[in-house]
């Protein structure tokens, strides 16, 4: 495809460009600041950004540009490693920088950003919502009122989108008023993580997995997402939220699809998305009696993290000292279709964990029939244990004889593992928002969540909270630096497992 440039010039605006003028709604914020500028200098230093981009930085803080400027350099001293800031790659970008001060929910104000997209060659802009949802549609519809916008023009916008279904669908409906769901980008910062991304490789690229992947070899696969933080500051956002809704109805439900998807028939973005979708359909719902049994809700007391004393959940800044709001969840689920038929998904997540660590463990079943010592019996299985982060890596458990003339043919366990950082040493592994940006100028949107992903998500997140609210039962509390509530780990081992404890 092509467009005209205002000299007439014909400028290629193909599928690998990443010539764009990009719009960052909330320039000042907590994530443009922590996420997005570290990314988009990342890119720009690894020669990712077209020497033409131009970066549009909209808050309504009162600052010109150069104290815009200054602000994203001050951030990026804070944010990027100290041997990754070159001087010279710093100016480039910061050379990019524009800014125009502006209420996002006031139609005054956007002419600007018109003008400043004509000052330009008109190149596809991408404009980045990094503000609450509840205003995605104000923007979106007083861009296009404004003509700021034409049919190249694309949106990412931030989760969580929305609380519930109702409210997801009321803002879907307010930014597809504007933008074709082919222009749409909804975040889910999981997918683009490099490790979560390996799960498509690792699952169908590799014959040896792909065989194995159901009910047949599979007994029961684990996902744990532990955060050591708290909420951060961010009580407000939070406390209407909970630990449900900030991190499983994206983050741990994106990566049950990846883990349970049939093979798509190819990479793109709608093959991957609609196998999605039917896993997201076919996830259990709780039922009344599975709640005292399968779900277990926490929240933290003050303890301790590193050694040092921490708040608990009710004692944070700002906080409602009434609050029930989860800080953490664990639930035993599955998925209701023929390759995962009785095969039980052990999820599990929480803040003021005793460190930060994302794994899945995939449990083959034993073999069906045992020859060795019936001591070992407990021992005789493989499990795959996909380590998201940190250290990146995957390790096969597989069995071998353990050695020794007075051993017999007793067994022991070992790894298989490839550490990527060991073994691919010379490469850095990208932020998750580094990869998406650069798919989001491309204009590829398989990293990228579709309209009735999130809305299953939220149908099936929606069944539990009105399941709890029913219950109205208090969290279980566990103290701050600690895996949970004991209850999670009875939990798992009423059916004779437990969590996978190798750290
Ligand atoms: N921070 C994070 O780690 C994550 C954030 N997200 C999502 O990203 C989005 C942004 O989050 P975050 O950066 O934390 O939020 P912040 O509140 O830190 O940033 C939002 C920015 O938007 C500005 N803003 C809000 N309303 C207006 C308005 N009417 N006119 C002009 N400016 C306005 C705010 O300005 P002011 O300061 O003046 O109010 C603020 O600078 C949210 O959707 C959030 O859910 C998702 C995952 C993680
Ligand atoms: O989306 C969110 O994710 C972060 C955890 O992300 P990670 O990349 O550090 O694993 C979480 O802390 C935050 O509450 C949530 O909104």
């Given at each position: 495809m ?6 007439g ?16 709604f909330?320039?000042?914020?907590d994530?443009?600041?922590?996420k997005?500028?570290?990314a988009?200098?990342q ?7 077209d ?16 104290g ?17 800031l ?112 390996n799960?498509?490789?690792?699952r ?20 744990t ?9 961010r009580?407000?956002?939070?406390d ?31 093959a ?11 996830l ?27 708040p ?5 800044e ?51 029939h045992?020859?060795?010592?019936p001591d ?14 940190p ?19 007793r ?52 069944n ?40």
């Open positions: 092509t467009q005209r440039n205002r000299a010039k014909a400028k290629p605006t193909d599928a690998g460009s990443t010539e764009i003028d990009l719009a960052l909330g320039a000042l914020g994530l443009a600041q922590r997005l500028y570290p988009l200098y890119l720009d230093r690894e020669g990712l950004l020497p033409a981009t131009r970066l549009l930085g909209l808050a309504r803080q009162d600052v010109d540009l150069d815009f400027r200054m602000q994203v350099e001050k951030t990026l001293r804070n944010y990027v490693k100290g041997e990754e070159e001087d010279e790659a710093l100016a480039r970008f910061l050379a990019r920088l524009d800014f125009i001060q502006l209420d996002f929910t006031q139609p005054e104000g956007y002419d600007a950003i018109r003008e400043w997209r004509q000052q330009g060659l008109l190149r596809p802009m991408v404009v980045y919502l990094s503000v609450a949802a509840k205003i995605y549609g104000d923007i979106c519809h007083h861009l296009e009122a404004s003509g700021s916008l034409d049919e190249q023009s694309r949106v990412v916008v931030e989760k969580p989108i929305g609380y519930d279904l109702d409210s997801s669908a009321e803002i879907n409906d307010a930014i597809g008023a504007v933008f074709p769901e082919s222009r749409i980008y909804r975040i889910d910062h999981y997918l683009g993580k490099e490790t979560v991304q799960l498509i490789a690792l169908f690229a590799n014959p040896l997995f792909g065989t194995q992947w159901n009910q047949n070899h599979i007994s029961h696969v684990e996902i997402v532990a955060e050591k933080v708290g909420i951060e500051g009580w407000n956002y939070f209407e939220a909970g630990q449900l809704r900030d991190m499983v109805q994206n983050h741990l439900l994106q990566l049950v699809c990846l883990i349970a998807m049939d093979p798509p028939a190819n990479l793109d973005a709608d991957i998305r609609d196998e999605k979708v039917k896993v997201l359909k076919a259990k719902p709780f039922t009344d009696d599975m709640l005292g049994r399968d779900v277990v809700r926490g929240q933290y007391m003050a303890g301790t993290t590193d050694g040092q004393a921490v608990g959940y009710l004692e944070e700002g906080a409602n000292t009434e609050s029930q709001t989860e800080t953490f969840v664990a639930m035993k689920t599955g998925v209701a279709n023929w390759r995962w038929a009785g095969v039980p998904f052990y999820l599990r997540t929480g803040k003021r964990m005793p460190e930060k660590l994302s794994q899945i463990i995939i449990h083959f079943r034993q073999q069906p045992y020859i060795f010592d070992q019996r407990g021992l005789a299985s493989n499990k795959l244990v996909i380590r998201l982060q250290e990146e890596g995957i390790a096969l458990e597989v069995l071998t004889k353990d050695s020794g003339l007075d051993k017999g043919m067994l022991r366990r070992g790894p298989l593992y490839l550490d990527f950082s060991s073994a691919f040493p010379k490469t850095r592994i990208p932020d998750a928002y580094e990869r998406l940006l650069l798919e989001v100028m491309k204009g590829q949107q398989y990293l990228f969540v579709r309209r009735d992903e999130v809305e299953h998500a939220w149908q099936w997140c929606d539990l909270v009105a399941a709890w609210a029913d219950r109205d039962e208090p969290p279980r509390r566990y103290p701050a630096g600690s895996w949970g509530p004991v209850a999670s780990i009875a939990m798992i081992t009423q059916d004779g497992r437990s969590w996978y404890e190798d750290y």
